[in-house]
């Protein structure tokens, strides 16, 4: 493609990308396609000459928009949010236009040096603990593989890295954790059945007490503790690890202490939410995603570490191929984290936190939890609904209770959430809490307004109405 062309086109998409999020409550939330169905509509080889610009985006938008589930639209409510902002995509596109690679200073010292900058400035924004050091990874799952690996050299004094573990190291996290920590403990070689599952509160939180008569019974027995991880906002039900309590036992057993605040970071932009980081001091390393509720395009993801030290001496290889005259000098970020090659993410990161400003941030967040709030007391003073779990943050968790028994409300409620999904306005996710079907409705799209919960809300009553009256 020339220039000319590339111009014409790219204006065209911008032009697409303006009206589809302009115009997105038109699209149904969930996609209806069936499985394969987009597949069989697509030739099965690629084409032996290439194929005009209007073609491919002709079928873009036939053939695939249906396919697509409307991650920005306001009535996404379902897992949690992965929203972006027109901020945001501005960024990624200068990023994808330049087409640079920031595996180390050298390959872009702008790259290095932004990236440095900004998660400085996402550290106070957040109000973590002076000292912390921050780098941009993918994912949280990589980021907390990271903090696994790391908590697996310093437990070994660095010798797993030179040959292998040589008895097991035991993990700990509660039974309401991320599915990301068990997929690490099983990569990073603890292996599965090292990992401590602690009991949490009638809140969801984990169980201090527990954690440490589990730590204490591991030494009694002659396992040597490596790891915690605590999460602040679970993925069920938004609940809360106590941090000071389970810090203090890290501390005293010498436990690497990881932080998963993956989706509910973001909160601590408020002041008023920094409670969930009463203990911070504590914590070796730390984790959440600007991709989630952070106006950040997917992928983006903030991870914080007390000692640089361990991480870097955990990572590091020096080819010689990929030595440079700047190194005693600089942050090589290759040595970070598992990647070699790196994306300028900070580049969008920049964006967003200088559009909103931090007073924008505060506000972005505020309103979500006004809503949430709003549409929690709505639903705890409806007749026949309770919510089970505390509302800390977006994630409000509800279900129909009125059930002969618990089976016939669970069927209740699986019908209720298939019915709302299908009827293209909201969707939403379940869990299980407590032993019961639960529905989750979170609120974290940039465009979700007022209107749309009270909308949602209507929704859910005279759907459920419907059900149980049918
Ligand atoms: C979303 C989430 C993760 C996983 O995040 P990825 O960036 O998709 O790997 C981990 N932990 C918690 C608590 C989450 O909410």
């Not at 499985?35 to 079928?59: N, Q």
């Not at 640079?100 to 990236?115: F, K, N, R, V």
């Not at 310093?154 to 509660?174: C, H, K, M, Q, V």
């Not at 609940?239 to 932080?259: K, M, N, Q, S």
Request: glycine share 8%.
């Amino acid at each position: 493609m020339d220039h000319e062309s590339f111009r014409r086109y790219a204006h065209e998409f911008v032009d697409w990308i303006a009206d589809y999020l302009e115009n997105i409550e038109r699209f149904p939330v969930m996609s209806r396609v069936k499985p394969g169905e987009i597949r069989s509509k697509l030739p099965a080889s690629p084409p032996e000459e290439g194929e005009p610009m209007e073609r491919i985006f002709a079928d873009f938008k036939e053939i695939l928009l249906p396919g697509m589930t409307h991650w920005q639209h306001p009535g996404w409510h379902a897992y949690f949010p992965a929203n972006n902002s027109p901020e945001s995509i501005l960024g990624e596109m200068l990023m994808a236009g330049l087409g640079a690679q920031g595996m180390s200073w050298l390959t872009s010292p702008a790259a290095t040096e932004l990236e440095d900058l900004v998660m400085e400035w996402l550290r106070g924004i957040l109000g973590l603990p002076a000292g912390l050091q921050g780098v941009i990874q993918d994912t949280a799952s990589t980021a907390t593989l990271a903090a696994l690996i790391s908590a697996r050299e310093r437990a070994t004094d660095f010798e797993s890295n030179e040959s292998g573990l040589r008895r097991p190291l035991i993990a700990y996290a509660s039974t309401e954790t991320h599915s990301s920590i068990e997929k690490g403990v099983k990569i990073a070689g603890y292996g599965r059945q090292n990992l401590r599952v602690i009991p949490t509160d009638a809140a969801f939180a984990m169980r201090p007490d527990k954690l440490e008569e589990a730590i204490r019974a591991d030494k009694a027995a002659g396992f040597q503790p490596a790891v915690a991880v605590a999460t602040l906002g679970t993925t069920s039900s938004g609940a809360v690890d106590p941090l000071r309590p389970i810090g203090e036992i890290c501390a005293r057993h010498g436990v690497w202490l990881h932080v998963d605040a993956a989706y509910a970071g973001t909160a601590a932009v408020c002041p008023e939410n920094r409670w969930i980081l009463d203990g911070a001091e504590y914590l070796d390393s730390f984790v959440f995603n600007p991709h989630k509720w952070m106006l950040t395009n997917f992928d983006c993801s903030a991870y914080f570490i007390r000692d640089p030290g361990a991480l870097i001496r955990t990572f590091e290889i020096h080819p010689e191929y990929l030595k440079t005259g700047a190194d005693p000098y600089v942050k090589n970020y290759r040595d970070w984290g598992i990647p070699l090659g790196r994306r300028f993410r900070a580049l969008k990161l920049w964006f967003v936190i200088r559009s909103y400003g931090t007073a924008g941030l505060r506000a972005f967040v505020r309103e979500h939890l006004r809503l949430a709030r709003l549409f929690r007391d709505w639903v705890a003073a409806e007749p026949g609904f309770e919510v089970p779990a505390p509302v800390h943050f977006g994630l409000v968790c509800f279900r129909w209770n009125g059930g002969r028994n618990e089976e016939e409300s669970a069927r209740i409620n699986k019908a209720l959430m298939d019915r709302l999904n299908a009827s293209g306005e909201i969707g939403l996710t379940h869990t299980v809490l407590g032993g019961k079907f639960t529905l989750r409705l979170v609120i974290g799209s940039r465009l979700t307004e007022e209107r749309h919960v009270r909308r949602a809300w209507e929704l859910i009553r005279t759907t459920a109405a419907g059900i149980i009256s049918a």
